[in-house]
């Protein structure tokens, strides 16, 4: 059973509610509790399922401002991070530093990655570098002719997301602060006494703050507090697939690429993982929240992939997954209280940042929940990731 009154209520066991749930556990004072209907490496729906896993601070930062410095401060977490959650688990979580290569395929694109990408990251002081077709695929000979050359980031790393998620579900599964509530969040109040979690089951649980980390369903959970825009929200599915890598084979480093077509942009990631394995995708599909995995997506990411890495849309398909992301209308994180007592935390919106920025934002809330002085680089980034920008007003 969950304690009469924990200190604190997440709903949401992804990799953000899971990640702010680790990151209190270090204060043995506050009771939590995690509501979901499944445990972290079993949440069906989670944005981290289709995830490839790259920790990418500046990939497309371009489009969204400021969000790269916060991004940038959540992959320098990430090794410390890692660190401590192999430590508790028992067993290791490989980080790798396997660097991103972002590629194009028409001169359009290679154009506008080394003239308008290229002297933005080096302004931000982004270690990035400009690439021929050749230099390219000196880096990553599985490269096809196709591929007209890019930007090397050196910097970017690689993890595996459900790895993260099955060493988090172990890790929070094991603390005695910390209870798990198998049933699903229907609505929230806040009073004077604290905040009402309405469950499913018709259960009511109470807590003095409750934190909102439920991906794609958040906003419809804090509406009572903030009145959002219509089109601030909407669910973003992607599908990965994995490939094992043949004998001899081997992917060295990240991959990306935005293919256009006539009708919309795909993307194309390929991320290395440990013991073989590779994930390739990633579909991008707004609006729809529907569960499970689809052979048209499948296609889809296969074909996309063959006009960058042919040989590796060969390699034998051994698993595919999907999720929903939680997207917003500017591309940027939700992270912040929605109501004037500060008894309700918003933690949503990371779009298909979430595995990037993981760790900054389990930090950043921790910091609020437990009233701790915050920096001026957490000032910045609670400012762009505000809540009230996408409100037409505040309800109560």
Known sequence: MVPTHPDVVIVGGGVIGGGIAEWLRCDSRLRVGVVEQEYGARVTTSASRAAAGGINPHLYDEGHGALGPMAQRSRDLYPGWIERLSAVWGRPIELRPSGLLCLAVEEKEHGRLVDEVLPLLRERGVAAEALGADEARGREPLLGPAVRGGLWLPDDLAVEPMRIMAALESVLGADDGITWVRDRAEEIRADGDGVQIVLRSGRVLRSDRVVVAAGHLSHELVKDFIDWRD????????????????????LRTQCDALLPDDEETH????TPYAEGRVAVGVTHDEGDASPGTSSRADETILQNLRRILP?????????????????????????????PHRRV??????????????????QLAAKLLLDLPLTDDDRADLRLSRPERLAASRAR
Request: aromatic letters at 4%; hydrophobic letters at 45%.
């Open 345 to 362: 935390l918003a933690a949503t919106g990371h779009n298909g940042l979430g595995i990037t920025l993981a760790p900054r934002t389990a």
């Open 231 to 250: 089109d601030s929200f909407g669910p973003v599915k992607g599908q990965i697939l994995e490939v094992a890598v043949p004998a001899g084979g081997g």
């Open 311 to 339: 040989a590796v849309a060969d390699w034998e398909v051994i698993g595919a997954r999907a999720g929903i992301r939680p997207g917003t209308s500017d591309g940027l994180p939700i992270l912040g209280y929605v109501d």
């Open 267 to 270: 993307i194309v990631r390929a």
